[in-house]
């Protein structure tokens, strides 16, 4: 997501012995009970209760089914992998104290999350100075693995251990830009955004992409993550000749900041990124037909890659949807366990004393072919898969106007 969640993975060996001692001796009895197995934890960090949770549940949903079938394919030889679900409430403060905590524990050897930018500001240093692999499904704040300066061209990557899966605002906010020019033919934008690193950051890359096509900003608004209630800004729109808002946020504000637009009668589209293409976006807003998000990746539903895990995923009957993320939440889980495989190969079969530092490096070198496709990372960390989707409400679901990669 955006600033769009913690994923870990820790060792513990029978005996409570120390990482460094992993696969030498004493190791713990495998739940299949294969005797000379290290125990590996992979944990989540993301907002499992909340606003938010309908994508926090779907990222950890899909990160234990990577686990279950690494262990049954006997993915990494002589290691078994365990999840440890933590929840942040998508909020910075929460998510420092899940970083501490998992660092603390010498155990603990990756991350997969946060969901949200803003998290992932308060945790990337904690996970650097120990070394410990971070990976996203839904981060897309540009700042986190480009520096504050990236967007003057001077591009630096603060932090080695800080991946991500999913492409970032500086490629889905212009996707959003170019679709509405040239595609819905809308040169006129109302732009709001919730303030919040995710928000700001994407209604910034839109605002530059579509002024530069042409369209015009006939209007400027921050609401607060919180507020429920936008009738000021309903009839601020109302009057500014707007043919569209772009909406900076996620979807517990803005469905109703859509409906109430909607019932004041302003009928334009509402568009926004991945932090509002969801399900629940739909229910907060019943009149949200022809509101429309953009998206990070290709729909899953649509590639071959995705098929068995759409089928896996329904067979192990959880109880919540994998959502947005849960394809990218998978790769991240599995690109974390090939980090560990590789480490595992070079060492003879065990685990280094300096196995965080190494999966750091082994989850830099990684490529395959995931469920989203190809899941590689360039010199940032980012991603080298820079498809997105826009998506169109029609008939109470969420269906693909466009896919594509960003053409900038």
């Not at 001796?25 to 590996?40: L, P, Q």
């Not at 096509?213 to 109302?238: Q, W, Y």
């Not at 169109?392 to 106007?401: C, E, I, L, S």
């Amino acid at each position: 997501m955006r600033n769009r969640s913690l994923l870990v993975v820790s060792i513990a060996v029978a005996g409570a012995l120390s990482l460094s001692a992993c696969g030498s001796r004493g190791e713990k009895k495998a739940e299949d009970g294969a005797a000379g197995s290290t125990t590996v934890t992979i944990g989540v960090d993301a907002p499992l209760t909340g606003d938010l949770s309908a994508l926090g549940l779907g990222i950890k949903n899909s990160v234990d089914l990577a686990v279950k079938q690494a262990n049954a394919k006997n993915e990494v030889p002589g290691v078994k992998f365990e999840i440890k679900a933590l929840d942040d409430t998508a909020k910075p403060a929460p998510g420092q104290q899940n970083a501490t905590n998992l660092v603390a524990d010498k155990t603990v050897i990756g991350v997969v999350g946060p969901l949200n930018s803003s998290v992932a500001q308060s945790m990337q240093q904690i996970f650097n100075d120990a070394n410990l692999v971070q990976i996203s499904p839904a981060n897309t704040g540009v700042a986190l693995s480009q520096g504050e300066a990236w967007a003057s061209g001077k591009k630096a990557r603060p932090f080695k251990s800080y991946f991500r899966t999913s492409t970032t605002d500086a490629v889905q906010g212009p996707f959003a830009a170019q679709y509405l020019v040239n595609e819905a033919a809308k040169k006129k934008v109302f732009l709001i955004d919730d303030q919040k690193t995710y928000g700001a950051g994407l209604a910034g890359t839109f605002k530059g992409e579509f002024t530069k096509l042409g369209g015009t900003i006939v209007g400027e608004e921050h609401v607060n993550p919180d507020d429920r209630d936008f009738n000021a800004i309903v009839t601020k729109v109302k009057s500014s000749g707007a043919e569209a808002i772009y909406y900076g946020g996620e979807y517990p504000a803005a469905g109703p900041l859509s409906l109430q637009l909607k019932e004041g009668g302003v009928n334009i589209p509402l568009m926004g990124g991945d932090g509002i293409q969801s399900a629940d976006f739909i229910k907060l807003n019943p009149k949200s037909q022809g509101d429309l998000a953009t998206s990070v990746g290709l729909p899953v539903e649509q590639l071959p890659s995705a098929a068995k895990f759409i089928a896996d995923y329904k067979a192990a009957a959880y109880k919540d949807a994998y959502e947005t993320y849960g394809g990218y939440s998978y790769d991240s889980a599995w690109a974390i366990i090939q980090g560990v495989k590789a480490v595992v190969a070079a060492n003879n079969g065990k685990l280094p004393a300096d196995a965080r530092a190494k999966v750091v490096a082994a989850v830099q070198a990684v490529s395959f072919e995931g469920v989203t496709g190809k899941v590689s990372f360039d010199e940032y960390g980012d991603t080298t898969n820079k498809q997105l989707t826009v998506y169109a409400v029609k008939d109470g679901t969420w269906a693909v106007a466009k896919s594509g990669t960003f053409a900038g």
